[in-house]
């Protein structure tokens, strides 16, 4: 009879702790997903922003080329102004990254998850155009 009764209890303890470790598991490997979509999100906006300010500074006919990595739950992207904007779904609301740049930019960043070669170019009138090589 102690016997049944000792694996019983150990029964009971091991359900007790998994009742416990499961959603500690599940909330962990969430926040460490989201985590991992906040940093290549503000990887892509600081990589392109940080290559057109450094192209707008040689002026036009320079170009160059950045490989960016984007995560899914994108809302939306911009470039425009003097701005690269990424706008995405992460803990439940929407995020905002954004490099402001020196000169003025112009083009497109993918709206879709991937690793994408982007080309940045100086134009004549001085504009860095971004857009999917």
Same mark, same amino acid.
């Given at each position: ?37 906040? =940093?290549? @999100?503000?990887? /892509?906006?600081?990589?392109? &922003? ?8 040689? *002026? $036009?006919? %320079? ?19 003097? =701005?690269? @904007?990424?706008? /995405?779904?992460?803990?439940? &609301? ?8 020196? *000169? $003025?930019? %112009? ?27």
């Amino acid at each position: 009879m102690k016997r049944g009764q000792a694996a019983f209890e150990y029964m009971i303890l091991i359900g007790v702790l998994l009742a416990v470790l499961i959603p500690l598991f599940n909330y962990v490997s969430y926040y460490s997903a989201q985590n991992v979509k906040v =940093e290549k @999100l503000e990887d /892509a906006v600081q990589t392109l &922003g940080k290559t057109a300010d450094s192209l707008y500074s040689l *002026g $036009p006919g %320079n170009k160059d080329y950045a490989w960016i990595s984007l995560p899914g739950g994108l809302r939306n992207t911009s470039v425009s102004g003097q =701005e690269v @904007l990424i706008v /995405a779904y992460l803990f439940g &609301g929407n995020s905002d990254f954004h490099y402001n740049t020196k *000169g $003025p930019v %112009n083009g497109t960043i993918p709206n879709e998850r991937g690793t994408f070669k982007m080309k940045l170019e100086v134009l004549d009138n001085g504009t860095v155009q971004i857009e999917k090589s």
